[in-house]
């Protein structure tokens, strides 16, 4: 039994910061990716960021320079730390984790709310 386990979310003012953890632990093999996706009312769930292979990383343009993705392999745990936070980032943040051939294990959250407002 897979347990993914997200915190972090809440209200911010635009211009502000939130950071987001997720722990993934149970009956996994080693995860090849480890990432957050968002979706907001009315739209597509999309890719924020993703931690690949413990190292590399691909962020979504709209929030390249704003948003730092990071790792802990040991722990499978990752964080999404988002800065200068923007209306438009308002959304539920799902996080995912997945093994290199993601149909033998794929794995998400149940997401948390991020709601940027003044």
């Known amino acids: 039994q897979v347990q993914v386990v997200e915190s972090g979310g809440g209200l911010v003012q635009p211009g502000g910061s939130l950071r987001l953890s997720c722990a993934i632990s149970?009956?996994?093999?080693?995860?090849?990716?480890m990432g957050w996706y968002r979706q907001a009312p009315g739209k597509q769930r999309e890719l924020v960021a993703e931690i690949i292979s413990g190292s590399i990383t691909n962020y979504a343009d709209s929030v390249k320079g704003r948003f730092t993705i990071s790792r802990d392999s040991a722990k499978n745990t990752v964080y999404l730390q988002m800065n200068s936070l923007k209306p438009e980032d308002t959304a539920v943040y799902y996080c995912?984790?997945?093994?290199?051939?993601?149909?033998?294990?794929?794995?998400w959250g149940q997401g948390t709310q991020v709601t940027v407002s003044s």
């Open positions: 995912n984790g997945a093994r290199q051939t993601r149909i033998l294990g794929n794995y």
């Open positions: 149970g009956s996994i093999y080693s995860l090849y990716t």
